[in-house]
């Protein structure tokens, strides 16, 4: 199963999102809170074979709801603390309930809301995250703790997702999941009589059962690897995360998702800054420049942030030059490639989406 990492760095896919009617309370120390709710539908596209897969990248746009949000009381190094001991010992640390991660709401520092680091441990009173938050807030900000989404929770622990299921991982449509550059391949296997159907490693390293519990964190890409001719469409259901989300960026490649419901534009995505430090580094060249590269059932165009000259302005281009690229769209539920050339690791604020 997945260990905790850190959240922080110091495809074909149509998607409709239909949400309910939902608000969101203000509180000192509650569990009661309600996030919108809604679901994305995914188009896996079709006609891969086992030596030639298609590609579909998609990402846990939708979160699972809010498990509990208060008032930070005390903030030290990795440890987080609340009033009133609200919670039992291991609640949202992995072994009986599954894995959870904190999430910053800074009124002090609006800029640094949507910090994430996974939960490594939990006592009545306080939580011990993978990260030091201390950067990000401070006592009476707000944290809110969610369940990670898994491979069961997002393509169904039996496969209701319909992916191409075998007892062979080599003919069978994988599902790769992305923590910067590097990726563990999944799949649904149909079972035998030494082992039973479920969700697999590739490697058939887990025990049966485990991989199902496998989180994506929200910073990370799915790519599917779909071998077989007909597409498959997927519902997706979850809660709407609502404020700034700040994502991890590496040097090399990175495989991105999104929890943006409204969908995010290029030009829109917060990913340049003018400022390459913390942002994708922009040139006249996209041989040089970061890259962004977004799937669509015809395969991957990569598109870069041109720094002007007197016959073209500055902004988001194709790196064939053919188009100004600012209003192409990331679509909800989808993932893209981000080749980062060079320099270091940035976080990115993916922005709160300001309707839905």
């Avoid at 997706?236 to 419901?261: C, E, H």
């Avoid at 590269?293 to 902004?315: M, N, W």
């Amino acid at each position: 199963m997945k260990t905790n990492t850190s959240l922080l760095r110091h495809l074909s896919a149509t998607a409709a999102l239909v949400l309910a009617a939902a608000s969101q309370m203000s509180f000192a120390q509650t569990t009661a809170t309600t996030d919108p709710v809604g679901f994305v539908t995914l188009t896996i596209a079709g006609g891969g074979t086992p030596n030639n897969p298609k590609l579909t990248l998609v990402s846990p746009t939708l979160t699972q709801p809010i498990a509990w949000q208060g008032i930070i009381s005390g903030i030290t190094g990795n440890t987080i603390s609340v009033a009133n001991n609200p919670w039992t010992v291991d609640q949202f640390n992995g072994a009986v309930n599954g894995l959870h991660y904190v999430e910053i709401i800074s009124l002090t520092t609006p800029t640094k809301s949507g910090a994430l680091s996974d939960i490594t441990g939990t006592t009545t009173g306080s939580v011990t995250t993978f990260d030091n938050l201390t950067a990000y807030a401070v006592v009476g900000d707000t944290i809110k703790i969610r369940k990670h989404v898994t491979i069961g929770s997002l393509f169904g622990v039996t496969n209701s997702a319909g992916l191409l299921a075998t007892n062979d991982p080599t003919t069978a449509d994988e599902v790769f999941i992305y923590d910067g550059s590097s990726s563990v391949p999944y799949f649904y296997y149909t079972g035998d009589v030494s082992s039973p159907a479920g969700w697999y490693d590739s490697a058939f390293s887990l025990n049966p059962g485990d991989a199902a519990k496998v989180d994506i964190g929200p910073h990370q890409g799915v790519v599917i690897k779909r071998k077989a001719s007909a597409s498959v469409t997927m519902l997706a259901q979850g809660a709407v995360k609502t404020g700034n989300t700040i994502f991890p960026v590496t040097n090399g490649l990175n495989v991105l998702g999104t929890v943006s419901a409204k969908g995010l534009t290029l030009g829109g995505s917060g990913l340049f800054t003018n400022n390459p430090a913390t942002g994708v580094k922009a040139t006249d060249d996209p041989t040089t420049a970061d890259e962004v590269l977004i799937y669509t059932a015809t395969g991957p165009t990569p598109y870069f942030y041109y720094t002007g000259d007197v016959s073209s302005p500055a902004g988001w281009y194709d790196s064939a030059f053919t188009f100004a690229a600012d209003l192409v769209a990331i679509a909800p539920g989808t993932a893209f490639v981000l080749k980062r050339k060079g320099g270091g690791s940035f976080n990115w604020t993916l922005p709160s989406p300001s309707s839905f």
